[in-house]
C-alpha cells in the first residue's frame, strides 16, 4: 500500500483532515473554493487558480483524489494557500469562510448525449453542494459550471430560497466558455487575433439557447448570411464538437478550465472593486419574461451588480431569440421543479 493510498484511506476516516498538515499564514487576498477539484476541468481549474495573485486561500474539495491533487498543486511557488477537503464529511470545513465558489462537480457529456441527459445525476450533486454553501458560507459568490447549466442555477436558487439565503447578485452559471469560443471561431473568419475580438453571448448554455449576438461583435464587421449560418451554428455546438472529438472520454475539460479562470478572475477583480468589469453570465434577469437569462453583467463588490439589455437585434438574432426562449423556459422549470417537486 503506498503512501498516498494510506493518505487517502486515512482521509476518509478523518473529516478533520487537511492537507497540507502544517501550513503558513494566508497573504492578505481572496479565499476561493473549487467543488469537483479533482475532475477533468477540477485540476486544471486549480493550477490556473493557484497561480491567480488575487487568491490568498484555495480549497479544493472532491469525493475522490483531493489529497492527491493537492499535494500536487501546493507544490507551485506561487502566493495562495492549499488546502484539500476529501468527501462529503469535509464538505462544511471546504467551504466555510470562502469569498467565491466554483463549481465543476459532476458527469460530463458522451457522444450521443445531450447536457440534458445529465440532469438525473448532476441536479442532485448541485443541490447537496448548494446545501453546503448556504449553510457555511452564504455571502460567497458562486460560479456554477455543472451542466445542464440552463437547470442547475435554478436549482441553486431555490436551494438558496429555501434556506434563507438566496441574493441573486451572487449566483452566476458559466458560460464564458460560449464567449470564448466565439472570439475564436469569429476571429479566424475574420483573420484576426482571438484577443482582439468580443462577441457578446446571450440565452443559455446548450444548443439554440446559446445565442451569439453577430452584430454586436466587436471590433465592428458584418457577415454574410453563409458566415452567420456557419458561426451561429458552430458556437451552439462548440461543446459538441470537443464531446464527438474525446470519442467517450468526456468533455470539454482545458478550454473549460481557461475559461472558467477568466470568468472567477472578473468576479475577483470585481469583488476588490476594480470599475467596468463586464462579462457574460447566466442570471436572474429581468432582460426577458424568463426568470434566467445570460447577457452581459457588471460585476462588483457583491456580485453582479448590473444586467444589461441585449441591445438592438436584427432579424436573424430575433428569431434565433424567440427560439432560445422556448427551450430555456422550459429547462429553468425542470431546474426549479426538481426542488419545489
Ligand atoms: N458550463 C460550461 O461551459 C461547461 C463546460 C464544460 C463542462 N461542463 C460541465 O462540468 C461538469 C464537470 O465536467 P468534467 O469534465 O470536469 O467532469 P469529470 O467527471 O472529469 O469531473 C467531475 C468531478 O466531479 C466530482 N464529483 C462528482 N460528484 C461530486 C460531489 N457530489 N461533490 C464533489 N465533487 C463531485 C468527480 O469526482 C470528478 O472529480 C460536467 O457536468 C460538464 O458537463 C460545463
Ligand atoms: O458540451 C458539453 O457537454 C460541455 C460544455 O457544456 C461545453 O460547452 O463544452
Not at 457529456?109 to 445529465?118: A, E, N, Q, S
Not at 434563507?164 to 473568419?189: C, H, I, Q, S, W
Request: charged share 20%; with cysteine; glycine share 10%.
Amino acid at each position: 500500500m503506498g503512501f498516498c493510498t494510506i493518505l487517502c484511506f486515512w482521509a476518509s476516516k478523518n473529516q478533520e483532515f487537511r492537507w497540507p498538515i502544517a501550513g503558513r499564514k494566508a497573504a492578505p487576498g481572496f479565499k476561493v473554493a473549487i467543488l469537483g477539484a479533482a475532475g477533468g476541468i477540477g485540476q486544471p481549474l486549480a493550477m490556473l487558480m493557484k497561480m491567480n495573485p488575487l487568491v490568498s486561500v484555495l480549497h479544493l474539495y472532491d469525493v475522490v483524489n483531493a489529497p492527491g491533487v493537492t499535494a500536487d498543486i501546493s507544490h507551485m511557488d506561487t502566493g495562495a494557500v492549499v488546502r484539500g477537503f476529501l468527501g462529503q464529511p469535509q464538505l462544511e470545513s471546504a467551504l466555510t469562510g470562502m469569498d467565491l465558489v466554483i463549481i465543476p462537480a459532476g458527469v460530463p457529456r458522451k457522444p450521443g448525449m445531450t447536457r440534458d441527459d445529465l440532469f438525473n445525476i448532476n441536479a442532485g450533486i448541485v443541490k447537496t453542494l448548494c446545501e453546503g454553501i448556504a449553510k457555511c458560507c452564504p455571502n460567497a459568490v458562486v460560479n456554477l459550471i455543472s451542466n445542464p447549466v440552463n437547470s442547475t442555477v435554478p436549482i441553486a436558487a431555490e436551494v438558496f430560497k429555501k434556506a434563507g439565503t438566496y441574493d441573486p447578485k451572487k449566483l452566476l452559471g458559466v458560460t464564458m466558455l460560449d464567449v470564448v469560443r466565439a472570439n475564436t471561431f469569429v476571429a479566424e473568419v475574420l483573420g484576426l487575433d482571438p484577443r482582439e475580438v468580443n462577441v457578446p453571448v446571450v440565452g443559455g448554455h446548450a444548443g439554440v439557447t446559446i445565442l451569439p449576438l453577430l452584430s454586436q461583435v466587436k471590433p465592428a464587421c458584418s457577415f454574410t448570411p453563409e458566415e452567420t449560418e456557419y458561426l451561429t451554428k458552430r458556437i451552439q455546438d462548440g461543446g459538441t464538437e470537443v464531446v464527438q472529438a474525446k470519442a467517450g472520454a468526456g468533455s470539454a475539460t482545458l478550454s473549460m478550465a481557461y475559461a472558467a479562470v477568466k470568468f472567477a478572475d472578473a468576479c475577483l477583480r470585481g469583488l476588490r472593486g476594480d470599475a467596468g468589469i463586464v462579462e457574460c453570465a447566466f442570471v436572474a434577469s429581468q432582460v426577458t419574461e424568463l426568470p434566467f437569462f445570460a447577457s452581459k453583467v457588471r460585476l462588483g463588490r457583491v456580485g453582479a451588480e448590473e444586467v444589461y439589455q441585449l441591445g438592438p437585434l436584427n432579424e436573424y438574432e430575433r428569431v434565433g431569440l424567440e427560439k432560445a426562449k422556448k427551450e430555456l423556459e422550459a429547462s429553468i422549470q425542470k431546474g426549479v421543479s426538481f426542488i419545489r417537486k
